[in-house]
């Protein structure tokens, strides 16, 4: 079982509005993944949701991706030090142990991703609940070496993992 609340039987009931206002942080600032993706019910469970979601992103215009992607913040960016997160990044960074670092490692990460942002043109996005501090800091300098073609696919593949682990915590899976 996982940790969420709802079941898929749950979900597949809710009207729009109500889908969308549940599932649209999912996606972060991207609720017009959840509106498009409540025409793909019924839902057969937690990695069916999961799968049609991320359908839909893959489905979406060049634009859109970049739009999703660049909605994500730099990881110990300005936003987290202000607390403009939203909830979910701010639990996400937190777990991960970017919060209360050091002078010194908040300018590492303001190095690393002003760098990253210069290459690419778009935040850094790692599922920071799969990885620490070290490891994120360590996939920086790695990443960099990427073509953008090949970060644009990566930062996708990671907002996936991060959706699938944010559905987790709404969503109870069936045995």
């Given at each position: 079982?996982?940790?969420?609340?709802?079941?898929?039987?749950?979900?597949?009931?809710?009207?729009?509005?109500?889908?969308?206002?549940?599932?649209?942080?999912?996606?972060?600032?991207?609720?017009?993944?959840?509106?498009?993706?409540?025409?793909?019910?019924?839902?057969?469970?937690?990695?069916?949701?999961?799968?049609?979601?991320?359908?839909?992103?893959?489905?979406?215009?060049?634009?859109?991706?970049?739009?999703?992607?660049?909605?994500?913040?730099?990881?110990?960016?300005?936003?987290?030090?202000?607390?403009?997160?939203?909830?979910?990044?701010a639990r996400e960074q937190s777990a991960a142990g970017l919060t209360g670092l050091s002078a010194e490692e908040i300018?590492?990460?303001?190095?690393?991703?002003?760098?990253?942002?210069?290459?690419?043109?778009?935040?850094?996005?790692?599922?920071?609940?799969?990885?620490?501090?070290?490891?994120?800091?360590?996939?920086?300098?790695?990443?960099?070496?990427?073509?953008?073609?090949?970060?644009?696919?990566t930062a996708l593949a990671e907002i996936f993992k991060i959706a699938r682990l944010r559905l987790m915590d709404l969503?109870?899976?069936?045995?």
């Open positions: 079982m996982s940790r969420g609340c709802r079941t898929i039987a749950a979900v597949n009931a809710m009207g729009r509005a109500e889908f969308v206002r549940e599932f649209g942080p999912v996606f972060e600032h991207s609720p017009w993944i959840a509106q498009r993706g409540w025409d793909r019910r019924p839902f057969l469970s937690l990695a069916d949701l999961h799968a049609k979601l991320c359908d839909v992103v893959r489905e979406s215009s060049a634009e859109e991706q970049m739009a999703l992607i660049r909605a994500h913040p730099d990881l110990v960016g300005r936003m987290a030090r202000e607390g403009k997160l939203t909830a979910e990044s300018e590492r990460f303001e190095r690393h991703n002003a760098e990253y942002r210069g290459k690419f043109g778009f935040p850094f996005v790692i599922c920071a609940r799969e990885n620490r501090k070290d490891a994120i800091l360590a996939a920086f300098p790695r990443r960099l070496r990427n073509t953008v073609e090949e970060e644009i696919a969503i109870e899976e069936s045995a």
